[in-house]
Each structure stands twice: as C-alpha cells, then as structure tokens.
C-alpha cells in the first residue's frame, strides 16, 4: 500500500481517508497528510478493530474524483459484497443524482464471483482492480 500511495503522491494526487461522524451511515474523506505524522482525532470501533478517524476538512464521497470501496466480494456485475456496516452503501446512494465519483472496489482476483444476490437499493461500481488484473463493469 505504501508503493501506490507514493506513487499517487508523486503524480500530484490527493488522497483522502474515510471519515465516520458519529451516528451517521453517510461517510466524510479528510485529507491523508503525507508529510505529517497523523495523529487520530479520535478512534472508531470496539476489540480489536479501531478505526483512526483523522481531523480536517471533510468531503463527501461527491466531491472525490475516484472512490476506492473496499470489499469482501465483486460480482461480474460490479455488485459489491461490503463489510455489513453500510457506511459505503449509504455513501454511494447519496452520489446517485450527483455528478458522482467513479468507484472502483479494490481486492482480491479470489473475490471476484459471477453473481451476487442483490437487494434493490444496491449500486454496482464502476470497476474492480486486484493483483489479476482491472474490470470495468
């Protein structure tokens, strides 16, 4: 991950890192600050998972040019499979009537799947990239 958030420094790109507000499905980006060290505003999450939440200006998923959503499965349709928490999903149906960002899910080849079950309010992505190679969907 080091290699491709250098190398989109290097080319000029800014990168932005998800942001959960308290008691909201719908996600804010803060700028990833690459010559500062980061420290979190706060930290999300119970256990062992803690999601650094940093400070700063915050966008939402509209206002990016590309949106990298993480996944657990990719149907050959661009239907995602996401994480169960709904933060993505909320984000994405937000950009609907929106000049929107172009959305590219980000993992495995081994998560790619012909064909998810899918629920009406599901949006399909844009593409899905893996180390086997880029779909556009």
Request: proline content about 6%; some cysteine; hydrophobic content about 40%.
């Amino acid at each position: 991950m080091d290699d491709f958030i250098q190398t989109a420094l290097k080319r000029g790109a800014k990168l932005y890192l998800p942001y959960i507000e308290p008691h909201s499905r719908r996600l804010w980006f803060t700028p990833y600050l690459a010559n500062q060290t980061q420290q979190p505003e706060r930290k999300r999450g119970q256990a062992k998972l803690f999601i650094p939440q940093f400070a700063g200006e915050k966008r939402r998923a509209h206002r990016l040019d590309i949106l990298l959503v993480p996944i657990v499965g990719i149907d050959k349709r661009g239907y995602r499979l996401g994480q169960a928490g709904g933060f993505y999903d909320a984000s994405l149906a937000q950009m609907k009537y929106r000049l929107r960002a172009q959305t590219i899910g980000v993992g495995f080849g081994c998560q790619l799947v012909e064909e998810l079950p899918i629920e009406p309010h599901d949006i399909a992505l844009d593409g899905f990239i893996s180390e086997q190679g880029e779909w556009r969907f």
